[in-house]
């Protein structure tokens, strides 16, 4: 399911990479004005948010629809039980993949036109209004460079690109307080803001909360853009929700139900979620503002045994960005080149019971090194020989297939930055480790890795 979904994602990259090159050079103190920009002017898309982190860009999408099918719809037929059609399930639906194109388009598009040196890119595509499901992209600048320039095929660029799929737990959370300020901006008034509540709501309470009169205006003109929303679970059905959000309005074109803060104020509130129901519904808002005298807006003090902002930096977000280091792409792009290698390989199904191979890349001082982690299980009649030992004839085969793409790999990337590479057995307390010098000889196809393994000088 991922492999296609890798090859739909990987298509849509390389669908724009061939036209990113152009001669128009994007400062580095504006590339993520930029990227917003070409989306907004050239594809409509506004929603995005650019960070970066260090050497690494992140881009997210915010996704109306994100799969093609109705989760909830498919999940509750009889016949979804058996999950036989799963990757339909995940199948992107046009409109999304069409806009991940664009995206990635744009990003590429940047990236290889600014004087500011990237080495990672991530997209984030979320389905903010039904599942909270994110793809999540993750490529190396510098192997869009190489597919343009024809050094490397594109079959090899789709195995280059991560993708995944994760559940965003915060889009779920944040969902009520999003709509709940779309609806506002749409009809201010108590009527249409009501079924978001789970007890109703009193005309006083809007106004103080929301400084609104509670009757809805015929020419609503007011704008409630939400800064970052950050969320942490009190209890199991229940959120606290942190809420940044800047008023704007025309007075002048306002009739009757004038805000009683400034255009351009920023207000804060935590908005109190239970996700005990469906749909969920707001519990409680408590605001972290107030309107003084003057008619400025003020920020409250808070209790020091309620201040609990000073940990608000550590709730979770629906968007952050990581600075991506190169041995750590590359051991999950190992790990998932040698997934699909195993899976495709005729011996290891007859004779493995059950397999899990993982790379990771351990940056330790002094030496930094690679590692392959194996947990394997024979097919066998009797117990006893369902646990091969570590210089098993099949287990050398899958490690023998792991060690020589982990050597092509590395070499493409002319990556160097690791002493050696650790074999860890679970049927073997004690490692096995192959040094440069090593791995050069397997590489070369002067010794096998049995021989290595077992301490045999090489041919």
């Known amino acids: 399911m991922m492999e296609n979904m890798g090859r739909k994602m990987g298509g849509a990259v390389l669908a724009g990479l061939f036209l990113a090159g152009c001669t128009q050079t994007y400062p580095a103190n ?4 930029s990227i917003q920009q070409i989306c907004h002017k050239e594809y409509g898309i506004d929603q995005i948010d650019v960070k970066i982190n260090g050497r690494t860009i992140g881009v997210y999408l915010p996704i109306k629809k994100l799969f093609l099918k109705d989760f909830k719809e498919a999940l509750t037929k009889e016949s979804a039980a058996k999950l036989e059609d799963l990757e339909n399930l995940f199948r992107p639906s046009p409109e999304a993949l069409e806009q991940v194109e664009d995206v990635l388009f744009s990003i590429s598009r940047v990236l290889l036109s600014t004087d500011r040196k990237f080495l990672f890119y991530t997209l984030h595509a979320t389905d903010v209004e039904q599942t909270g499901l994110q793809l999540v992209l993750v490529g190396y600048v510098d192997d869009i460079k190489r597919v343009r320039l024809w050094d490397i095929s594109r079959e090899e660029y789709r195995k280059r690109v991560l993708h995944e799929i994760r559940l ?6 944040h969902r009520p307080v999003r709509s709940f300020f779309s609806t506002l901006e749409a009809h201010p008034s108590l009527d249409a803001v009501e079924p978001y509540f789970g007890k109703p709501l009193s005309p006083e309470l809007f106004e103080s909360l929301l400084y609104l009169k509670p009757e809805e205006n015929q020419n609503p003109t007011f704008h409630w853009r939400l800064g970052e929303l950050r969320s942490t679970l009190l209890e199991p059905n229940q959120v606290l929700v942190h809420v940044p959000v800047t008023v704007h309005y025309d007075a002048a074109s306002v009739k009757g139900n004038i805000p009683k803060v400034p255009s351009g104020s920023s207000l804060e509130y935590f908005f109190v979620v239970s996700f005990a129901g469906d749909p969920p519904r707001i519990s409680k808002i408590i605001p972290l503002s107030f309107v003084d005298e003057s008619g ?9 045994e309620l201040d609990i902002e000073k ?7 629906e968007f952050s960005v990581s600075d991506i280091r190169l041995g750590d792409f590359l051991a999950e792009q190992l790990t998932r080149r040698a997934q699909a290698l195993l899976f495709a390989d ?4 007859n004779t493995f019971e059950a397999l899990q191979l993982s790379f990771r890349y351990h940056q330790e001082t002094p030496k930094n090194y690679f590692s392959i982690e194996l947990d394997a299980r024979l097919k066998a009649h009797n117990p006893w020989e369902a646990t091969p030992t570590a210089l098993h004839e099949d287990v050398i085969h899958v490690l023998s297939l792991a060690s020589h793409e982990f050597l092509n790999v590395t070499r493409s990337y002319q990556f160097t930055d690791f002493e050696f590479l ?3 057995l679970a049927s073997d307390p004690v490692p096995h480790v192959l040094h440069r010098a090593e791995l050069e000889l397997l590489r070369r196809n002067k010794t096998d890795l049995a021989g290595l393994l077992a301490g045999i000088a090489p041919l």
């Open 346 to 349: 005729e011996r290891i199904h």
């Open 30 to 33: 504006q590339v993520k004005e």
């Open 311 to 317: 940990d608000i930096t550590n709730w979770e977000t």
């Open 168 to 173: 965003s737990r915060a889009s779920v959370w």
């Open 296 to 304: 400025q807006v003020q920020k409250m003090s808070m209790p020091e």
């Open 422 to 424: 650790q074999f860890n």
